[in-house]
């Protein structure tokens, strides 16, 4: 089965904000409020940085913020810093398969 | 402070089985968690595999669940993933991970994986 939709890449300035979209179907986003989002420096583990939508772990920062709307979830990052360059995954819960991910977004701070 | 770490060999060849093994230090591993292995081939994206429960209860992705069996060793507060019948297509960097209780898809704590290489 498919893999959840994201553009292949971002960027912007420091201190900027900007959104990283991820369109799933009313099988998995649209659904279900499970989308947890995670943070990926090259070379690193995965950094879960948003769950069930918009839920913070401790720890990270509140610049990280999530929202859904219809099939399609939404990372926001505002106050840019050049420490969150990396590559970013969207995951959702499908009935199918309760873990399935996006193909990821790498993010530039230009 | 709670580490995972995975453990096992580096290179196989096709047809083979992969073996991999977790270890939980800091931290017991029945503490009514779900343990989970994901995976990510050279510069692709990343695949979840399947989770295990500390009682033993296992959730597959459905493209894997014919070739793989996950166990659990709760005397060595330790986790396995067996992937049968491997070709080049499973060479990737093999991740433990735990999920975050009463969620889905919220890994909150990761190994630093383990690169899995298939080749004859």
């Known amino acids: 089965q498919s893999a959840l939709t994201q553009p292949p890449s971002v960027s912007g300035s420091p201190g900027q904000s900007v959104t990283i979209s991820c369109t799933g179907t009313s099988g998995d986003v649209g659904s279900y409020n499970r989308v947890s989002w995670y943070q990926q420096p090259p070379g690193t583990a995965p950094k879960l940085m948003i769950y069930?939508?918009?839920i913070r772990p401790p720890g990270v920062p509140d610049r990280f913020s999530g929202s859904k709307s219809g099939s399609t979830a939404s990372l926001t990052i505002s106050g840019l810093q050049a420490e969150d360059e990396g590559n970013y995954y969207c995951s959702s819960y499908r009935v199918s398969s309760p873990v399935v991910f996006g193909g990821g977004t790498m993010l530039t701070v230009l | 402070q709670v580490q995972l770490q995975e453990s096992g060999p580096g290179l196989l060849k096709p047809s083979g089985t992969l073996s991999l093994t977790c270890t939980v230090s800091?931290?017991?591993?029945?503490?009514?968690?779900?343990w989970g292995w994901i995976r990510q081939p050279p510069g692709k994206g990343l695949e979840w595999i399947g989770y295990i429960y500390y009682g033993g209860t296992t959730s597959y992705n459905p493209s894997l669940k014919s070739r793989v069996t996950m166990s659990i060793d709760t005397s060595k507060n330790q986790f396995s993933l067996q992937l049968r019948s491997v070709t080049d297509l499973d060479t990737a960097v093999y991740f433990c991970?735990?999920?975050?209780?009463?969620?889905?898809?919220?890994?909150?704590?990761w190994g630093q994986g383990t690169m899995v290489t298939v080749s004859s």
């Open positions: 991970a735990r999920l975050i209780v009463g969620t889905y898809n919220a890994f909150d704590l």
């Open positions: 069930d939508v918009n």
């Open positions: 800091g931290d017991s591993i029945n503490n009514n968690d779900w």
